[in-house]
């Protein structure tokens, strides 16, 4: 099965009194759909599942399945440092209608590789999808490494991995590849890999989706975009996408504590930012 090639992780809009606006949601995945996105990691790091409560998050998983058009994919985030939340949290995505879950490696509380693997399998029993394993070790603090990689493949269900260390691209035998950061898409594509779960292709949707087809043109098109990508690396995610997609009027809202909206220096950054790509 595939899940598509530009997938966006995407944000979570919020009202003035930082309530989940449902409707700039749903105007935002149509907005995504039509300019570029193959579909949409609901709940993830970007969509601020840390500060949502699981009522919250799997309304936003049903809102997009319920929304989304023929040929469009759903991913639900739906990972934990807690195996049973996490399996719970999986076992609702998948009766909600989401076509895969993403699941993260369980943070702060370390667990060594027999946990991992036990973690994982438990996950993957909880849904007839495919389950999309998530390496940040930059944000956790522990890595899967490639080894590892390989034996969870040989887990039923467990078939992609979104790979957010660019130093460790690599093709894993049983595991699709998807790039977890903006800068990777380029190199995960020329690894022969699916493509990338993204933030920038919020702004610059269809610029991704060229990098897909018109390979050629690839290393030009990425080069264009590392201002941009620079940009929305200025501060936490997605504190800086969210300030961009309201610079140019897709409004998404602030974001919940303990994030804190981008300040003068850091909006200064994501303006240049934009206008180096045209969109200001």
Do not use: W
Not at 92 to 117: I, W
Not at 247 to 265: C, H, N, T, W
């Amino acid at each position: 099965m595939s899940l598509g090639t530009v997938i966006t992780a995407i944000v979570t809009p919020f009202d003035d009194d930082l309530r989940v606006d449902e409707a700039a949601f749903v105007s935002l995945f149509h907005h995504l759909i039509d300019h570029g996105s193959d579909g949409v990691v609901v709940c993830g790091t970007t969509g601020e599942a840390p500060t949502l409560t699981d009522a919250e998050h799997l309304r936003l998983v049903e809102l997009a399945c319920s929304q989304r058009p023929a040929g469009t994919t759903v991913i639900a985030s739906t990972g934990s440092n807690d195996t049973a939340h996490a399996c719970e949290m999986t076992e609702r995505a998948t009766e909600l209608g989401a076509d895969a879950v993403l699941s993260v490696t369980p943070y702060y509380n370390r667990p060594n590789r027999r946990g991992l693997v036990r973690h994982f399998s438990e996950i993957a029993r909880a849904t007839d999808k495919p389950v999309v394993l998530y390496n940040v070790p930059s944000r956790i603090g522990l890595e899967l490494p490639g080894d590892l990689l390989a034996e969870l493949a040989q887990v039923e269900h467990i078939d992609y991995v979104k790979q957010a260390d660019n130093a460790a691209l690599a093709q894993i035998d049983g595991l699709g590849l998807y790039a977890g950061n903006d800068d990777g898409l380029a190199q995960a594509l020329d690894l022969g890999g699916l493509g990338g779960i993204l933030v920038a292709s919020h702004l610059v949707g269809p610029e991704m989706r060229r990098m897909v087809d018109e390979p050629e043109r690839r290393a030009e098109i990425d080069a264009s975009l590392k201002p941009l990508y620079a940009a929305l690396s200025v501060t936490t995610n997605p504190i800086p996408v969210k300030a961009a997609l309201n610079l140019i009027g897709q409004r998404v809202g602030g974001v919940r504590l303990p994030l804190v909206e981008a300040d003068e220096s850091e909006l200064a950054v994501i303006r240049k930012g934009l206008r180096d790509v045209g969109l200001l």
